[in-house]
């Protein structure tokens, strides 16, 4: 019989203890109460748990102090605090100091049982010599080592995380890297990218709705933030929320609850935000674009990834990476740079950071010949093309992204090229002037292989 793990329970009100210990005990876990920090910090000593639960007002010294003690004991120990009702200022700084997560008083028993669930699978899995699982950044220079360590001790944490970078240099990797190393790894990770969410929809989709709510609504929808339970929410471009959601999404932050569109009664949710944004959010908050209040609560921990071009050691690991992961996508085999492509990447400043060397390498694999790229085929303009764009071309988007112009007219290329040539790939290639793996790459990427 496995023996029954073991939670200290600080609280200077009797009334408090005897609830916890009733509710834990019913959850099968031993209890051990102690009503001042003195107590405490013999207990902490003397004996070893498996969970701690403080509140932050004791007769004889402040919980935060006693949180940051801790932090330093010789085993790992996921330590909640009681905060005032909508006291979010004592919780973020609790938070900062190292504690798990926190629980408001009068406490609710469901998100109490849910936390303490939570907080012993943390326990568990520090226990062990954890597998990572999902991605994990790709690199051994010293930016990104100081990075994976950071993230390792974050993804033990439930504080909201803000991670803060430039376009392309990985934010959503680092997002799902804390999740996938942390205890909610087995549940869902929900990203959004907040900027692309119409304003009239944004409610819905975030919180759900019933049916019958309003026009269009034929059945109930469930929310992102309902999707997300038990698991993280990843909200990218933050900063891209307008004023009014900023205020709901900050409503259900604090109070762990979402209420569907034409719902009585409000949802009790267990989610993880993590956020991101490529803008300087305390510039957005300055110019009164974004809420001081939902900055503070959403960065709790600020995550910096550095630029490419700060860790220009570890281009050569993702190219590697890339190049292994393109023709492993399309079964071919992968192409070699030569030792001027190396030197031409190495040189590059990168203002596109990791998404564009993915799409360099993406690009020159298809055309290369022999299996080895060279300076040449890399493409790489140091001058930003002009953003001038002729009035005929403009029309000739009709409403479309240059991406999906571009797309349509390569696949007319190519479908047009097979048609010549009686549906036979080698010729069809011939006739480009490109490879046959090239050609066979593009038919891939744009789906059209079974043509």
């Known amino acids: 019989m496995s023996k029954a793990r073991r939670v200290l329970v600080i609280d200077d009100e009797p009334d408090i203890r005897e609830l916890l210990e009733i509710t834990l005990g019913r959850m099968g876990l031993d209890t051990i109460a102690a009503g001042d920090c003195q107590s405490a910090r013999k207990l902490l000593q003397e004996e070893e748990f498996d969970l701690c639960l403080t509140d932050l007002k004791l007769p004889d010294g402040d919980g935060i102090e006693l949180v940051r003690a801790i932090q330093g ?56 010599s954890a597998k990572q699982k999902g991605p994990s950044f790709v690199g051994e220079s010293e930016a990104t080592k100081r990075l994976k360590k950071q993230i390792r001790k974050l993804a033990q944490s439930q504080a ?14 680092v997002a799902r890297s804390i999740h996938y ?47 997300a339970d038990g698991g993280t ?8 929320l307008p004023l009014d959601m900023q205020v709901k999404l900050l409503r259900a932050i604090q109070e762990k609850a979402i209420r569907p569109i034409g719902a009585q ?37 600020e995550v910096s990834v550095p630029a490419l071009r700060e860790r220009k050691e570890d281009i050569a690991a993702l190219c590697d990476y890339f190049l292994n992961r393109i023709a492993n996508d399309i079964g071919l085999d992968p192409a070699a740079l030569s030792e001027k492509a190396k030197q031409r990447l ?16 993406e690009r020159a694999f298809t055309l290369c010949e022999d299996d080895v790229i060279n300076e040449a085929d890399l493409f790489i303009n140091e001058t930003p093309p002009s953003t001038n764009q002729p009035s005929h071309q403009k029309h000739a988007l009709d409403g479309r992204s240059l991406d999906e ?27 480009l002037g490109i490879t046959f793996r090239s050609f066979r790459y593009r038919l891939k990427k744009l789906g059209l292989e079974d043509a």
């Open 160 to 173: 909201p995380i803000y991670i803060s970078g430039e376009s392309g240099s990985g934010k959503e990797v």
């Open 73 to 128: 004991l010789s085993y790992p120990l996921p330590v909640a605090v009681f905060t005032a009702h909508g006291n979010t200022d004592t919780a973020i700084t609790a938070m900062k100091a190292g504690a798990y997560d926190f629980v408001s008083k009068p406490v609710n028993l469901e998100q109490l049982r849910s936390l303490v669930h939570s907080a012993l699978e943390v326990k568990g899995k520090a226990a062990k």
């Open 233 to 240: 929410l990843f909200l990218d471009e933050v900063a891209d």
């Open 265 to 301: 009664a409000e949802i009790s949710i267990n989610v993880r935000i993590l956020s991101a944004t490529h803008k300087d959010l305390q510039a957005e908050v300055a110019s009164q674009r974004f809420r001081s209040d939902l900055f503070y609560r959403i960065n709790v921990i």
């Open 346 to 361: 190495h040189h590059y400043h990168f203002p596109g950071n990791i998404r564009e060397l993915e799409n360099i390498l």
């Open 405 to 431: 112009y571009l797309i349509e007219i390569e696949k007319e290329f190519l479908l047009s090229a097979l048609e010549e040539c009686r549906w036979n790939k080698t010729a069809a290639a011939e006739s």
């Open 181 to 227: 190393q942390g205890p909610r790894a087995e549940g869902p990770f929900i990203p959004v990218n907040c900027g692309a969410i119409p304003a009239e929809l944004m409610e819905s989709e975030f919180f759900g709705h019933k049916k019958g709510a309003f026009t269009g609504a034929h059945q109930d929808k469930i929310g992102l933030f309902q999707a």
